[in-house]
């Protein structure tokens, strides 16, 4: 995989390409400040809690419609501070999504336009996922008896470097109402 890098010369502009093992440069110039876009790197993960977060993949399982939560932890792993823009899918007419971060930011992440602070390598930031089923088209009564419809909903989750825009990553949060009485 090659990676754009830029070097800045007095005087002169050169550009580069590199390898993940060595550069190779255009021009050999003596004085040269090289700046590598890889120096940041996004990573998302999510798990049932934040000690627990290291997966791509989470699938939470709703017993009777009820509310299930999970975790989406952001983590850059890049030399370079960065900030990153998270984005996440909405609910639907089946399931709420809320995101929360100290408080509801929901409206940010699901429009794209939540960025977290600048974060230094291996720093995390936790975001909360709380799915919360719609109750009344999930579930069917018939006298007393209560039948639950079984129903998923796919969160896709993004981490975007605000440094380079090319570098980014994503994990899935997938909620599931159980069928059954």
């Known amino acids: 995989m090659k990676n754009l890098v830029l070097l800045l010369l007095v005087g002169l502009v050169g550009i580069a390409t590199t390898t993940p093992s060595h550069a190779i440069i255009s021009r050999a110039v003596s004085n040269t400040m090289t700046l590598d876009f890889r120096t940041t790197n996004p990573l998302i993960t999510v798990g049932p ?32 501070p960065d900030a990153q823009l998270i984005r996440g899918t909405k609910g639907n007419s089946f399931f709420a999504v809320k995101y929360t971060k ?42 007393k008896t209560k039948r639950y419809l079984g129903k998923s909903l796919v969160l896709k989750i993004t981490a975007t470097s605000t440094f380079n825009a090319s570098l980014r990553n994503q994990a899935t949060i997938e909620a599931k109402t159980i069928p059954g009485k």
């Open 49 to 80: 809690n934040a000690a627990k977060a290291t997966g791509k993949k989470l699938v939470l399982k709703s017993q009777k419609a009820k509310a299930v939560k999970g975790v989406a932890v952001v983590t850059n792993r890049g030399a370079r």
């Open 102 to 143: 100290g408080g509801n930011i929901t409206g940010a992440v699901t429009t794209g336009k939540y960025r977290t602070t600048a974060l230094s390598n291996g720093q995390k930031v936790p975001i909360t996922v709380a799915v919360t089923p719609n109750t009344k088209k999930l579930i069917q009564t018939k006298g």
